[in-house]
């Protein structure tokens, strides 16, 4: 599975984004498909992840109510709504993917085979 990421840009705090994750390959619907984020600095962190068919979606609480993410099986994506963006939101951002029956987190890394090449958000308070 090949994946990227797109949809990123500059925006005013309060503002939206909606990303994109775009993936090559026949057996894309069977993955769990998380989006992760990496501040300046700072460590790769977890966003949000959802099941393969799409049916259970996931939030960290840092975005919780303001972020939703959400897949179209039939066209090989996954999207990360973005509304009420803060400047700590700042981050590039990488959707990656797991087996759906992988014994680790989702919230980590290191459960994740597959990953984008990441998109740039930047919110300017």
């Known amino acids: 599975v090949q994946l990227q990421a797109s949809g990123g840009g500059l925006v005013q705090a309060g503002g939206s984004l909606r990303l994109s994750c775009a993936a090559s390959?026949?057996?894309?619907?069977?993955?769990?498909v998380g989006w992760f984020r990496q501040a300046p600095g700072k460590e790769r962190e977890y966003v949000a992840h959802?099941?393969?068919?799409?049916?259970?979606?996931y939030h960290a609480d840092s975005v919780k109510g303001r972020f939703t993410i959400s897949r179209n099986n039939a066209r090989n994506a996954v999207y990360l709504q973005m509304n009420s963006l803060k400047s700590e939101d700042t981050a590039v951002y990488y959707c990656?993917?797991?087996?759906?029956?992988?014994?680790?987190?989702?919230?980590?890394?290191?459960?994740?085979?597959?990953w984008g090449q990441g998109t740039l958000v930047t919110v300017s308070s």
């Open positions: 959802i099941s393969s068919g799409g049916s259970r979606v």
């Open positions: 990656a993917a797991g087996p759906s029956s992988a014994k680790g987190p989702y919230s980590s890394t290191s459960t994740y085979n597959y």
């Open positions: 390959g026949r057996s894309f619907s069977t993955y769990v």
